[in-house]
């Protein structure tokens, strides 16, 4: 079981430029999260994938983020024109779920540290 | 889904069980309570979950009371590497695939 990969763990970046993390989901696991988490809270809902269908996306992403997982299996977040509110830890997860109703956790990789100069 | 209260720290003796509870009186009969931890600058991990029965893995036991109102996620015998801050989240069965973490408990593992 080699887990949810993140890549890379730590970023920093100035204000203004554009970051894109990469997700690796657990082998054969058909939905894909994304989660934000700033210091001293519990991580935020951003959205979510099953296979390379995007199916629901937080208010909290707005359009200077965008997350694709073109062919089911990794996934990229890619924030635009970065800001200092950006500065936040990003998690990915993911689940094999194999229908409505089922109930199977989500599995968390140890996500990407951003940091905004 | 329904909103959870735990307490905001708690400290255990090692070696000694280690019972966290969680209040979520507005749950509904379709959620699930999952506990989740996160050990420092680790991503949250899946400890268990369950409906209205007790359940019991490897690594902790759930007691969810007959109301399901409350539960108590308990760590038999706590070593050091369980310090961590742990989440009870409600979640319904399906059509809402987000988890909703709160603060969480702060749990220390004394020496």
């Known amino acids: 079981d080699t887990g949810v990969s993140q890549d890379p763990r730590h970023k920093i970046t100035k204000r203004g430029q554009n970051v894109t993390f990469r997700c690796d989901p657990i082998s054969e696991h058909n939905r894909l999260y994304w989660y934000r988490q700033t210091l001293g809270q519990g991580p935020e809902f951003l959205t979510y994938?099953?296979?390379?269908?995007?199916?629901?996306k937080s208010r909290l992403l707005s359009d200077r983020f965008s997350a694709e997982r073109p062919k089911g299996s990794f996934s990229t977040l890619e924030i635009q024109r970065t800001e200092q509110g950006d500065s936040a830890m990003y998690l990915c997860a993911s689940s094999h779920t194999p229908g409505p109703g089922s109930n199977q956790p989500q599995h968390f990789g140890d996500g990407t540290r951003l940091s905004i100069l | 889904d329904a909103k959870t209260t735990q307490p905001p720290s708690m400290d255990c003796a090692e070696g000694r069980a280690a019972n966290l509870p969680c209040n979520h009186s507005?749950?509904?009969?379709?959620?699930?309570v999952y506990w989740y931890r996160q050990i420092h600058s680790q991503g949250p991990q899946y400890i268990i979950h369950?409906?209205?029965n007790n359940e019991t893995n490897e690594m902790a036991s759930l007691i969810i009371t007959e109301d399901r109102k409350s539960s108590t996620l308990i760590l038999p015998h706590a070593t050091l590497r369980d310090t961590a801050v742990y989440y009870c989240i409600v979640r319904v069965s399906f059509g809402n695939e987000k988890l909703t973490f709160g603060t969480g408990t702060r749990l220390t593992i004394i020496p």
């Open positions: 994938f099953q296979n390379e269908a995007q199916l629901e």
């Open positions: 369950g409906l209205k």
């Open positions: 507005t749950i509904s009969g379709n959620e699930y």
